[in-house]
């Protein structure tokens, strides 16, 4: 009696939202995580109060013994979730058969959008620089091929242009360094005159 109510103890506090479900599908335990996150409400309600039709066939497919776990990913309000569905062992004192527990993704998700944004952005900024240089030498080695001055003012501005792009990769670099060495400290001087005076000039 003491190991069950320490068991249901350490359940009920855990860090991560778990449902357990009867094999008519109603929720019979939601832990403090839980209750937080979906509402006290749900409990002994129907799961399907929760989730959508897709996600149901896949609970249903543990709940008929068709699979012994299921993972799937679901949103509930702004929020983000992998769920994984298992199948228990056996029946608990609750009737439970199925548990569900939750892994919040929205963090990462918000990253994995923020870095796909970074990207496109990053890739549309290099093509700016590209198509100028492209212009230039063109024009070198076209109209402006004897024309000193000319030449002066394009290679200054094809130098301009190649230092635009080469901060643009630098950039770039340094995400990815920071992506696989996430905690290293960064103690980079910045100068936030020398941008400012940049952004004005652009």
Known sequence: SNQTLSDGSILMHLPIPMIMIDENGKIVFMNDKAQTVFGMDKLNQSIKSLWSHTEINRLQKVLHEESATELLELQFNEDEFQARIERLPAPTRNKAIVVITFNDITPFKR????QSEFFANASHELKTPLSIISGVV????GPAKEDETARTSFLNMIAEQTNRM???VQNLLELSH?????DIPHKDIIS?????RELMQE
């Open 138 to 141: 063109e024009t070198l080695q």
């Open 192 to 196: 936030l005159h020398h941008i400012t």
């Open 166 to 168: 080469t901060s643009l």
């Open 111 to 114: 990253f994995r959008k923020q």
């Open 178 to 182: 920071q992506q696989v060495c996430p």
